[in-house]
């Protein structure tokens, strides 16, 4: 069977990807993660996310995969702020190859005033299939709450596509919810680890 990863032009891109995510995001230092754990190692996705070029490859790449394990998806998005590039990067893209996904976010804290709502996008109808966003996993929170948000808006959750998987336990608790796929993980950036 064969997979994306064996098309040329995709691996390619991936390698690509990497590389920049290598050289502008991964950094072996301790840091403290947002769920408050400990750890020798960082990276911050912004760095390429926000890129030209990073976003170029991320929203094709994350096409790509959409088209693979959830062609029926007419939205992405995620917990901002850190989908917000992910989600805008797709969306253009799928708008340009003929298959148009719509942008959303899920914010932090319910709007402050007006609807009150979590979930902003152009108004995708009830039961909109949907992938949700991510940039790193670790404890797989921030895409549990994405879900549980995305899904209280009324919106159907297919599964969720992340950038890089830590290798500490989001995975797992993600799945728990919904399938999860991701481009890289922790032995990208440390392979003895």
């Keep these: 069977m064969h997979t994306l990863l064996d098309r040329p032009a995709f691996a390619t891109k991936r390698g690509r990807l990497l590389e920049l995510l290598r050289t502008r ?14 750890s020798n190692f960082y990276i911050d996705c912004k760095q390429v996310s926000l890129d030209a070029e990073g976003a ?65 996008s152009t108004k995708l109808p009830a039961g909109a299939p949907v992938v949700i966003l991510e940039d790193v996993i670790t404890t797989g929170a921030s895409t549990l709450r994405a879900i549980e948000r995305s899904r209280a808006a009324g919106l159907e959750v297919l599964c969720a596509l992340a950038l890089v998987d830590r290798l500490e336990g989001g995975r797992e608790a993600v799945e728990a919810e919904t399938p999860l796929t991701s481009l890289f993980t922790r032995r990208d950036f440390l392979p003895d680890q």
């Design 25 to 38: 995001s991964f950094q072996e230092r301790e840091v403290v993660l947002s769920s408050g754990l400990k």
């Design 56 to 120: 170029a490859l991320i929203g094709e790449l994350f096409h790509l995969v959409i088209d693979e394990v959830a062609p029926r998806a007419v939205g992405v998005g995620g917990l901002t702020m850190g989908a917000d590039p992910l989600a805008t990067a797709t969306s253009v893209l799928s708008f340009q190859l003929g298959n148009p996904r719509a942008a959303f976010l899920v914010r932090k804290e319910p709007k402050g005033h007006g609807t009150n709502q979590w979930v902003e």
